[in-house]
């Protein structure tokens, strides 16, 4: 995406990465469809989209019997995991048209496993998640717990007892995405902005991840460029990764969509809930436009930085660069912003992300612009129900095509932009390893900064 300044220093700024995608986009599903044959024991199909509210009514009904929901992509069903085999639950269940599925773990058995993981194993380089599909934690160690630090895990994994959760071994390192990309700059940092947002106070900002927030305090849309915009707030590590950052002139226009390149953008017209078994797409700077699906919920992942809670688990491939870039649906959703993961694209990975929901309600901003009265689940601008089309077979872009090297709606991460690589293992900040702490404060275990606003 490219941008001019118009006058006024009114910016027109759109969010997402640049990316060259290939082959013809494909047309959106109608976004809220959902659709029955007027049987209540036949199960309706849903959109993506929609299944988290029908799971969260159902769990607030169903209480104790409620081990947990997915998406089953192929059938459009919403699947509801219960213990037991109570039928008025079952009949609950099929009445709101969803399936019931019954499982041996209750909600509150897996809650009991995370605390002794997080008890027993908070080991960096180490994460897990709720599996629904599975009704197991599946927890994750990477390619640097070894030793002692593995048969920790190992055995406190087997402690929980059969059938609760599963071991696997990454061959990636576990560490957030900070390398390269064209992006918002800060100093010697580079990072990437997420969606465009409406601060508590009526002005306009973005939200990126917190560990760039915590990095660095002013960022410019040019390398070496004034700053355009001051961190409000930050966090990183602790109860997530996101970070609020204003936009110095209160005139700016921001836009509410996603460029996925050769002059097409996604329209964001709310924030939703990941629900497991969801399609979303993530755009970067570094491997462009990638899709995948939301694999666990509420993950916890121990990066060498610090503990991180509350993010989402998926399979979508990225690399270093792609750190603070959006993650979406099809049909205009926004879900998430790149935390980090292990992995890359040729040989996979895990990746997480920070829920947009829980950001936008710990900052207290809104989506979108802030002269369309938006709430934090509708835009702010644009058509509500537009959309662009995305093309999920598209391979990795050219991270300098079809955009401008300066746009802060393009993916990246902070990062030196003269360095090739960056120690996921230094300091608490994503920044050059060589520089030190560029904020003048480490991550640390600090998990919420709050930063000044510097008013020109």
Known sequence: MSHKRIPKR???????????????????????????????????????????????????????????????AQRKQLVINVVGNNSNVVNQIEKAGAVAHQVQNSTAELQTAAKTLKADATIPGTAWSVDPKTNEIRVTADSTVTGDKWNTVESTVKGLGSGVATLSKSAGTLKTFVDGGDAIFGG??????????????????FLTAGHCGVAVAEWSDSANGAPIATVDQATFPGDG??????????????NSAVNV??????????????AVGQQV???????????????????????PE???????????????????????????????????GSGDCTAGGETFFQPVTT?????????????????????????????GAVDPSASAADPGAGGDAVDPGAGGDVVDPSASAVDPGAGGDAVDPGAGDAAGEGAGQNGTHHRSRKHQ
């Open 241 to 254: 990764d996101f970070a609020l950052v204003k936009y110095d002139d209160p005139a700016t226009q921001t």
């Open 188 to 205: 010697n940092a580079r990072c990437s902005l997420g969606f465009n947002v409406t601060a508590g106070d009526g002005t306009p900002a």
């Open 281 to 303: 797409f993530r755009m970067g700077s570094t491997t462009g436009l990638r899709d995948g699906n939301v694999t666990g919920l509420n993950a916890t992942v121990n990066y």
């Open 306 to 340: 610090g503990t991180v809670t509350g993010l989402i688990q998926t399979d979508v491939c990225a690399e270093p660069g792609d750190s603070g870039g959006s993650l979406f649906t099809q049909d205009g959703g926004a879900v998430g912003l790149t935390s980090g």
């Open 359 to 387: 950001a936008l309600a710990a900052v207290g901003a809104t989506l979108g612009a802030g002269d369309a009265g938006a709430g934090a689940g509708d835009a702010g601008a644009g058509d509500a129900g537009a959309g």
């Open 10 to 72: 009114k910016a027109a700024i759109a969010v997402g990465g640049v990316a060259a995608l290939g082959a013809a986009a494909l047309l959106l599903p109608n976004a809220n469809a959902s659709q029955s044959n007027g049987d209540a024991a036949t199960p309706r199909t849903f959109a993506a989209n929609d299944v988290s509210d029908v799971a969260s009514m159902l769990a607030s009904q169903l209480g104790d019997a409620f081990a947990g929901s997915y998406y089953d």
């Open 261 to 274: 390149g050769n002059g097409q953008s996604v329209q964001i017209n709310q924030a939703v809930e990941a």
